[in-house]
């Protein structure tokens, strides 16, 4: 048997989960809890197996229960269980320790479903979560590869953008187009472009331009 903690500040929203899961045989509803503090405390005395927690909550949001969880050792897995995504939610639920991200609009079989993965150690997220993360992801990535460039092959990419040739960012940064080509070259392996179009269109979308 799988046992079940419920915590949701809403009591017929407990009541709706508990009447459902009840009816599967694998799945066994052990406490309830809608607040954060009580979360913590009955998660702690009840060890259930899995978690379907509420992230908007009175005493503590539902990420703030999963981390205090994870650092007093629980070791029940918790599926998020809420009404809508939020990325910075996401982001700090799955941070915060949490398996898996459902929203309310999920069916009451995929619930059950994520439950018995949950139990396995497998995560579940809703697809509108898994649109959210790679948009996020994309956005980190873009981010990320211009600031891992120097300030000088910053420059040289402005004027790759500009439409200077090698010898004309050599003459305007007064350095050697030997040198040029060194930081173009580790500017392509850095942004992940093939060619100066490529690098000039990457800093024109970023503003680096």
């Known amino acids: 048997m799988i046992s079940v903690l419920i915590v949701d500040d809403h009591e017929i929203v407990r009541m709706g989960l508990r009447n459902y899961l009840e009816t599967e045989a694998d799945i066994v509803v052990v406490g309830e809890a809608g607040d954060g503090p009580a979360a913590v405390a009955e998660a702690m005395a009840l060890m259930p197996d899995v978690i379907l927690m509420d992230l908007i909550m009175p005493g503590m949001s539902g990420v703030e229960v999963t ?24 982001v700090e ?73 090698n010898q004309e960012i050599a003459d305007a940064l007064q350095i050697g187009v030997k040198t040029v080509k060194t930081h173009v070259s580790n500017i392509f392996i850095k942004l992940g472009v093939q060619d100066r179009t490529q690098a000039a269109i990457y800093a024109i979308r970023n503003g680096l331009a």
């Open 67 to 90: 981390r205090t969880l994870q650092e007093q050792g629980c070791s029940s897995r918790v599926i998020v269980l809420t009404s809508a995504v939020d990325d910075a939610q996401v």
């Open 93 to 165: 639920a799955l941070r915060a320790g949490a398996l898996s991200y459902l929203l309310k609009t999920s069916t009451a079989g995929q619930v059950a479903s994520a439950i018995r993965k949950a139990a396995q150690g497998e995560s579940v997220l809703d697809e509108k979560v898994q649109q959210s993360l790679v948009g996020q992801l994309q956005t980190k990535v873009t981010r990320e590869l211009w600031q891992d460039l120097t300030d000088r092959e910053l420059d040289v990419l402005r004027a790759i953008a500009s439409g200077k040739n």
